[in-house]
C-alpha cells in the first residue's frame, strides 16, 4: 500500500543551526502539507503546496521556514535558524486532489533543540 | 476563524464498554469532517470522513461517527471497546470554502482501555 515516508524519524539540533525534515508524498498525489505537533498540544497545520508553490500558510510559517519540492519525489522543509520552541513533530501529509479526500499522513520526524 | 473542539482530553473505559469522543466545529456552514487515529509512534491513519451521503458514517476497527448539523457535532463512538483501541484520536475539519484543503484539528483525545 502505498505511503508517506519521512526521514529522518527523530533529529536533535543545536539551537541556531538549519535543519531540513524530508519527506517522499504517495506518487501520485498533488497537494502536499506540513504539520507540527508540540509535544501536549494539538497537531497544528503549517503549510499547503500545491502545483509548486505555497497555497496557504499559517502565522507559525513565518521567514525561518520554507518547502520545496526539487525533484518531483521528495518535499522538504526547511527551518533556517531553529529556535527551542521549534522543538516538536513535524508530519507531512499527501493527497490526490481536494475537498474532502483522504490526506495521507507520514510517521513524522521528531525534532529536538537543544 | 474555523475551530474544532474535542471535549475531554482523556477518556478511560472499560473492554467490551461503550466509546464515545465528542468533537464540536464551529462553522455555520458544515466543513468537510474527519476522525484520525495516532496508535504510539505512528503516524496519523484515517477512521473515518463524512461525505454529506450520509450522517451516519461508518469507519474502519468498528467505529462510527454522526453528523448533527443542528448541534455542530461529529462525535465518534464503537460499541465495545476493545483493548487495541487505546490511542489519541483526533477530530479535524476542512472549511468547504478551502482551497487547499487544509485540515484544521481538535485538541485530541487518548483513549485508555482498561481490561
Known amino acids: 500500500e502505498p505511503e508517506v515516508t519521512q526521514t529522518p524519524s527523530h533529529q536533535v539540533t543545536q539551537m541556531g543551526q538549519e535543519v531540513i525534515l524530508r519527506c517522499v508524498p504517495i506518487s501520485n498525489h498533488l497537494y502536499f502539507y506540513w504539520y507540527r505537533q508540540i509535544l501536549g498540544q494539538k497537531v497544528e497545520f503549517l503549510v499547503s503546496f500545491y502545483n509548486n508553490e505555497i497555497s496557504e500558510k499559517s502565522e507559525i510559517f513565518d521567514d525561518q521556514f520554507s518547502v520545496e519540492r526539487p525533484d518531483g519525489s521528495n518535499f522538504t522543509l526547511k527551518i533556517r535558524s531553529t529556535k527551542l520552541e521549534d522543538s516538536a513533530m513535524y508530519f507531512c501529509a499527501s493527497r490526490d486532489r481536494g475537498g474532502n479526500t483522504e490526506a495521507f499522513f507520514g510517521q513524522g520526524t521528531r525534532l529536538t533543540v537543544v | 476563524a474555523q475551530s474544532v473542539t474535542q471535549l475531554g482530553s482523556h477518556v478511560s473505559v472499560s473492554e467490551g464498554a461503550l466509546v464515545l469522543l465528542r468533537c464540536n466545529y464551529s462553522?455555520?456552514?458544515?466543513?468537510?469532517l474527519f476522525w484520525y487515529v495516532q496508535y504510539p509512534n505512528q503516524g496519523l491513519q484515517l477512521l473515518l470522513k463524512?461525505?454529506?451521503?450520509?450522517?451516519l458514517v461508518k469507519g474502519i476497527n468498528g467505529f462510527e461517527a454522526e453528523f448533527k448539523k443542528s448541534e455542530t457535532s461529529f462525535h465518534l463512538t464503537k460499541p465495545s471497546a476493545h483493548m487495541s483501541d487505546a490511542a489519541e484520536y483526533f477530530c479535524a475539519v476542512t472549511p468547504s470554502s478551502s482551497n487547499t484543503g487544509k485540515l484544521i484539528f481538535g485538541q485530541g483525545t487518548t483513549l485508555q482501555v482498561k481490561p
Open positions: 462553522s455555520s456552514v458544515p466543513p468537510y
Open positions: 463524512y461525505t454529506s451521503a450520509a450522517t
